[in-house]
Structures are given as C-alpha cells and as structure tokens.
C-alpha cells in the first residue's frame, strides 16, 4: 500500500490548520510530522503543543519522525500529543531495542530510521519488531535537500530482505523526493513516500492531486 506523507516542516505554519484541511480533503491520510531538537540535528522545529493543537482538527495518521537524542525521553508525551506512529533513529537512541519496545507498549505503531551512513545491517535485527523501516534519503535536518543517490542501493537492500524472510514492514522514504525521484524508490522498494517542500511549494491541492495520481500511475508499473 501506497502513501504519499506530506511533511508539515514545508508547510506555512501561519495557514497550518488551513492546509492540513486542504491535504485531508485530498484524501491524504498520513501526515509526516518532523521534529527536530538542535542536537540531533543542528535545527529546531517544533514539538508537542503543535501536535496536540493540529490533533484536535485532523483525522488524519499522525507519523511522528523524532530527530531528538536519546527520544526514549518523551515517547510517551508524543502519544500523549496524539502520534498515531512514532519513528525514533537508530544512531540516536542508547538502547534502540528498548526505545522500539517502549513504544510499541505505548500502544503506537513503532518506526526505526537510519541515516544515509548507516547501514541496514545495523537494524536488521528489528525487522519483526517494527512497523516502518525510515531510509533517509538526505542528512536529517532540513527540507529541500537534494536525493541522495548512494540511498536507492539501501531502499533496494532492505525490499530485499524484506520479501526474502517475510516480514510485514514499510519502507519509507524521506528526503529529496520529487518528479525526479519518485520512479526510483518506489522502484528500489519504498511504499511510504514523505515529500515536504515537493507538496507544499506551489498549489497545494493541485499539487497533491498530481502527486497521488503519479504515485497511482508508478505503482501499476512496479506491482
Ligand atoms: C528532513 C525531514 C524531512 C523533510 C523532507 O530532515 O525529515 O521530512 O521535511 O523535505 P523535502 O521533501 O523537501 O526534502
Ligand atoms: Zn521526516
């Protein structure tokens, strides 16, 4: 299954509660919810009042990507907030099983992230433990990166793997995702398909229009 999860980190927070709607109408139903905290990650975005605010008016999957050091820390303010996912990164938690294990026991669908210099080696281990798999297409920490090449090796690793031992989990992408790049991870593999600045620059709903049916169109092609 296939979907698009715009990242509110491209949106423009003065018309969030607006645009939220415009992507809920669209039939967009997971939203991608970036949060950063200047040490994980050299900017800081936001954190739970935003989350629980835009809870109280949206329906939609809330995916939670944490760039927070040791996130163990706040799991459960996050599903307090009103998470509906929560994906913390590897390279980030000091016991990442027991971070992966808080959540799921939170009662949250649980995610791991890696790094584009991480290898899947280092999270293969959590394949029946987790819901999504998140491979970082660019250095965690800002929009509008560019794609980063070397990745697509990584999205095609873990499909790989994934099929071969037959585990039922997402892969998501994150990170440079746009006309030039969307062929090739749903091709290598990804079903989870995180866009910031390729939704939300421009018309918004026309821009989600189009992107849903490119995704439909790629898919046919891949399945
Ligand atoms: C980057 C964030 C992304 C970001 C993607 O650290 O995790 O979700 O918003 O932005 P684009 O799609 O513009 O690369
Ligand atoms: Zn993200």
Redesign the pocket.
């Known amino acids: 299954m296939y979907q698009l999860c715009p ?4 949106a423009d927070f003065n018309r969030l509660g607006e645009q939220i709607k415009i992507l809920e109408k669209e039939g967009v139903e997971w939203l ?1 919810i ?1 949060v ?1 905290d200047g040490d994980f ?1 050299p ?1 800081i975005s936001f954190g739970m009042p935003v989350i629980k605010s835009i809870r109280k008016e949206s329906k939609m999957f809330f995916d939670v ?1 944490l ?1 927070v050091s040791a996130p163990e820390r706040y799991i459960q303010d996050f599903v307090d907030s009103g998470a509906d996912s929560i994906t913390v990164h590897a390279e980030a938690c000091e016991d990442l099983e027991r971070a992966i294990e808080q959540i799921r026991d939170a009662g949250v669908q649980a995610g791991v992230s890696i790094k584009p210099a991480t290898p899947v080696n280092d999270i293969s281990h959590l394949l029946d433990d987790v819901d999504t798999v998140l491979v ?10 560019k ?1 980063l090449d070397e990745c697509t090796e990584k999205i095609q690793e873990l499909r790989e793997l994934i099929e071969n031992e037959g585990h039922q989990v997402n892969i998501q992408v ?5 006309d030039d790049t969307l062929e090739t991870v749903m091709k290598a593999g990804a079903n989870l398909l ?8 421009g018309d918004l709903a026309s821009n989600v229009r189009r992107i849903k049916q490119k995704i439909a169109d790629i898919s046919e092609v891949v399945d």
């Open positions: 990242s509110i980190l491209s991608h970036d950063m990650v900017s990507h760039m970082m297409t660019v250095q965690p920490g800002f929009g509008g990166q794609y994150d990170g440079g995702i746009n995180v866009a910031g600045s390729y939704v939300f620059n």
